[in-house]
């Protein structure tokens, strides 16, 4: 009996080394401007070619400006990074969504849109959040520069096959319940590094009834209680998302991997090295409090009293015991490779409908991709967003980390529907509260920290 994860990792092993790791096949590999430069100054150091050009795939996405992207970027550094991924790219035949292009965007939006992440697969990627493609049923996984230039280099990596850990979550979610509270909720239990050293599968009646935008959520932040990654096994909800993109399959080749693809699940007697199982009905809108994603509570909770790391809520100017309900807020920022999806604006746009930013904050809405964008203005999201005071950006991973323009102050209080809370994060001295988009428009258009079951 295997596990999904046992099924794909298994087809994947070119060779096992004698008491040590694994000689893993890489399906595809994506690069962005921030950790591909050094591995291709290696490539050329050695005098190696990219071993197979069509299995990659890149796009610039982290240093890029969310405004005016038609003219030179201004910060040199972030210029630089940009114009050596395109060299790299045009010298190495490797296919490049650039900026102003059609289908640009955050690297972890821009794969599944575009069908290039297919269940089954093994995908890297220079960044933590390559995590987000386990949603397809695939093992997905960040890796460091050194293992980029050796993907680049030979298409496979060494791995340690990790320990398995499945977290399973029956029942239905309650009103203004999102992915994000989901995931925000299991890290709070399981802490900032309860998955460390596994690979999560989640499964159960409330990971199947969501949509493959709700599913790349969850997943994306596995890394964020330190698991290697997580998967959930595909079925007709996955199937029908890939269909007909431009890179998946057509013809008798989807029918072929339709087939393959059905076959991917874990077996009745399969066992893993963890369990957890959680009620869905327990799981209410929720926001961190502190500088780990670890560190939340639901929206109407109280921070814990015995909170034990008193540095993080000095640096958040929080207090154990006290609510976050009602305390005012500087910034609203909803995007990245989180929730910067067509279906989390749509949640954001269902409470700012008919209302208007507070005055007190500076809200932004950043889309992942231009085809997020373009669907946004199609459905009159932006003219939505625009009307009630929010700035709609261009692509980019935006404020989610201070590496572009887009920086939080120091000091002021930002709600996000990023990723990560660390301190510095969004800028330096920012104070970052993870929450879903409902909460983060019900705390844009109120100016504090409000429970969006109030105003859906």
């Known amino acids: 009996m295997k596990t999904l994860f046992d099924k794909i990792w298994e087809k994947h092993v070119v060779e096992s080394i004698t008491n040590g790791p694994d000689v893993l096949y890489i399906d595809r590999q994506l690069i962005h401007e921030v950790t591909s430069p050094q591995a291709f100054a290696g490539l050329r150091k050695r005098g190696i070619s990219v071993f197979r050009p069509q299995q990659v795939t890149a796009t610039p996405d982290h240093n890029t400006p969310t405004l005016n992207q038609h003219l030179p970027i201004k910060e040199e550094a972030s210029r630089k990074a940009v114009e050596a991924l395109r060299e790299n790219c045009a010298a190495n035949n490797i296919m490049l969504f650039d900026l102003n292009t059609e289908y640009n965007g955050v690297v972890h939006i821009v794969g599944p849109e575009l069908g290039l992440t297919q269940p089954g697969m093994t995908i890297v990627c220079g960044d933590s959040h390559t995590a987000t493609h386990g949603a397809f049923g695939s093992i997905a996984f960040g890796i460091g520069t050194s293992e980029v230039e050796m993907a680049l280099a030979t298409q496979c990596l060494l791995q340690s096959k990790p320990k398995q850990m499945r977290i399973t979550i029956d029942g239905n979610l309650g009103k203004g319940v999102t992915a994000k509270d989901v995931i925000l909720y299991i890290i709070a239990q399981l802490t900032a590094n309860g998955g460390t050293g596994y690979f999560v599968e989640y499964a159960g009646s409330a990971f199947r009834s969501m949509t493959m935008e709700e599913r790349m959520t969850m997943c994306n932040m596995s890394i964020e209680m330190g698991a290697r990654g997580g998967l959930i096994a595909p079925d007709e909800t996955t199937f029908a998302y890939v269909k007909n993109r431009k890179f998946a399959p057509q013809g008798e080749e989807w029918s072929k991997k339709l087939l393959e693809w059905k076959l991917l699940f874990t077996d009745s007697n399969a066992s893993f090295d963890k369990e957890y199982s959680f009620k869905a009905e327990d799981v209410k809108p929720f926001i961190t409090y502190g500088t780990n994603p670890g560190m939340g509570i639901a929206i109407d909770g109280n921070i814990p009293v015995n909170e034990p790391n008193v540095k993080a809520l000095e640096y958040m100017n929080f207090a154990a015991g006290e609510k976050l309900l009602g305390k005012p807020v500087d910034y609203v920022f909803i995007g990245s490779c989180t929730n910067g999806r067509i279906e989390d604006f749509r949640a954001a746009a269902s409470i700012i409908k008919g209302r208007k930013k507070a ?25 939505i967003f625009e009307s009630a005071g929010f700035v709609f950006r261009q692509p980019g991973c935006s404020a989610c980390l201070a590496m572009n323009e887009d920086k939080v102050p120091a000091g002021k209080y930002c709600v996000s529907t990023s990723n990560r809370n660390f301190e510095g994060r969004q800028g330096v001295g920012a104070r970052t509260l993870l929450a879903s988009p409902l909460t983060a428009a019900a705390a844009a258009v109120t100016g504090k920290i409000t429970d969006p079951r109030e105003l859906i």
Do not use: D
């Not at 005055?359 to 999201?381: D, H, M």
């Open 359 to 383: 005055e007190n904050i500076f809200a932004y809405i950043v889309p992942g991709s231009k085809s997020v964008e373009k669907q946004a203005r199609e459905e009159g999201l932006i003219e």
